[in-house]
């Protein structure tokens, strides 16, 4: 196997890799589509990269702009990475988005990003465009991808666009070229709009040093024989990071989707791919489920086989130093507990070997039996699914990073694999844990002891991945950056493992298990119109829905708020529950203008008020991890019970 270093394809820019990678593995198979169980079509990286540059001149026989923002409404698909191809051979950036995205999003970004060409996966978002059209003055050519859909008068197919830029290269045209070679490591090659505080998407400019940088820091050495499947939206930069760095080694990307996830896995039997802890968690139901209808025999076997795998792994984890520590060992402990671990290792290991092969095979086996790695990101993964998929012998290496960070910030190395953390920071990146109140900087420092390990603060990075900025808002850009370092808003510490450990979140956005990002103000701030409800703050944080803590107006129901006693007489009266159950109902619904995703699905009455100087500052802000840290109870409870209110 050769170095990490040669299994790569070094680049300046994106166009770059992509003329290197058509180059370099030539008639090998780039991605695949989906036609059915068992068939899939392929595209070598020279096909694309030619089909890349007839659809990029295209684009610049329509007008398009070197460092021009380009429109992609669309989810995974084969036309999605051909047209990021073009985009970038034209020197300009794109700035994607799903099909789910609501018309006021899409006026707003179309309109703020001055995209002048857009395009669209449907014929559903031909037409919002196209009746938006007085709304959007900037945009002046839509392009649809989808080779089925019957295109409105004035709108473009992308293959008649490919087909046109195909005649004029036959006849000559090299101004792709020129493009190509125009290209600066600094220009942007996307602009990702994410939510922002208020509801208003911000738009991260993330620039071709940023993305280059990933596709060389990631950890992990692979070659052109590995197999990724994709299935996490490719707008998220995670998906998107994965796919460029699959191209970079010449791996084969296969499409597909939550529908068909399971029988692809068995089908492509993959070697890498990206995940997100809901997809793990739904694996895991599967597997449960399978087993508790399976002959009793088999039950008991896989009993024994997991509890021998679990004493395994401990105590190998402890031999190799992978056990999370938070404190620091003494060494006469150590010493104590070495000779208990390696004498079990020693024990369990040739029945641990027997039953890891005669049963444990078979699980893994339903995720391809190739799987080497996943790395899993956009929230944190449970712990009891960590521990159960790594006891098993599927390695999910969990990462962390955001989109202003292009996004990898750290991920677990198959060698460091230390559950409950997120690994070490990757290459050329560095990270500080700050005292989220003074600024002062809790690790590394040498005057505090073990130099500031396992103290939590807010995570903050440097690297060359973190982004320039947020396109056209420099107040935003300025609050975002302490001292040259990104301020994640995120609550971390770094272990004695020397890992990184996240621990919540300051910062108001919230991210569910399925990836979903969610702004909890505006929904608080429509909560808090009722007369029924005093104060309240979102939750669901790494969950599947949102929960919500409420504290309840005292007065609105006739109750003397002056006194500590009427929040816990409310919190425990179920016609008050019912009165705020309803408010909720009423106020957080799609007619309102809220997605599924964002209704609250549960919600505690808290017995009492949050105080200022404490849960809320001076300004009668909410200071989410103090109320996290507070109510964490109360949270568990409501995650716990799994069950709607609400609905």
Known sequence: ???????????????????????????????????????????????????????????????????????????????????????????????????????????????????????????????????????????????????????????????????????????????????????????????????????????????????????????????????????????HVFERVIEMYTISFGGCTYYSNIKTLGEDMVNVEPTFMASAPRLWEKIHEKILKGIKRSHPVRQVLFHIAYFLARQYRVSLSFLENKTLTIKKRPWWKLALLYPFHLLRWLIVLPWFGFFNAAVLERIRLSAGGSLGATISGGGALPVHIDKFFNNVGIPVLEGYGLTETSPVISVRAKHKLVVGTVGDPIRKTRIRIVDPDTGNILYPNHDLPHQGRSIRGEIQVCGPQVMTGYYREETLTKNAFQDGWFRTGDLGMVTHNDCLKILGRLKATIVLSSGENVEPEPIEMRLQQSRYIDQCMVVGQDHKFLGALIVPAPEAFGRNGSQPEPYEEMARDEKVNQVVRQEIRRLISASNGFKNYETIRDFRLLNRGFRVGHEMTNLFKVKRHVVTEDFNQVIQELFLNGKSKTS
């Open 1 to 235: 196997m050769q170095n990490l270093k040669n299994e790569r394809i070094a680049a300046g820019n994106l166009a770059i890799l992509y003329q290197k990678a058509a180059a370099r593995f030539n008639t090998l198979p780039a991605f695949a589509t989906r036609e059915k169980a068992l068939q899939w079509k392929p595209v070598s990286f020279r096909e694309l990269y030619e089909q890349g540059l007839d659809l990029a001149t295209g684009l610049i026989n329509l007008g398009v702009e070197a460092r021009e923002h380009v429109g992609l409404f669309s989810e995974n698909r084969l036309e999605w990475i051909l047209t990021d191809y073009a985009v970038q051979f034209c020197g300009a950036a794109d700035v994607p988005r799903g099909r789910d995205v609501s018309d006021s999003e899409l006026e707003y970004i179309v309109n703020h990003a001055g995209i002048k060409v857009c395009f669209v996966e449907t014929e559903a978002l031909q037409n919002r465009l196209l009746r938006m059209k007085d709304r959007l003055p900037a945009l002046h050519n839509i392009i649809v991808m989808d080779p089925g859909t019957q295109v409105k008068e004035g709108v473009h197919k992308l293959q008649d666009i490919q087909e046109e830029g195909a005649r004029l290269r036959k006849a000559g045209d090299t101004r792709v070229f020129d493009r190509i070679k125009s290209i600066r490591s600094d220009d942007l090659f996307t602009l990702i709009y994410t939510s922002g505080t208020t509801g208003k998407p911000k738009g991260v400019m993330l620039t071709h040093a940023n993305m280059v940088s990933q596709t060389r820091n990631i950890p992990g050495i692979h070659n052109p024989n590995d197999r990724t499947l994709s299935v996490l939206p490719i707008w």
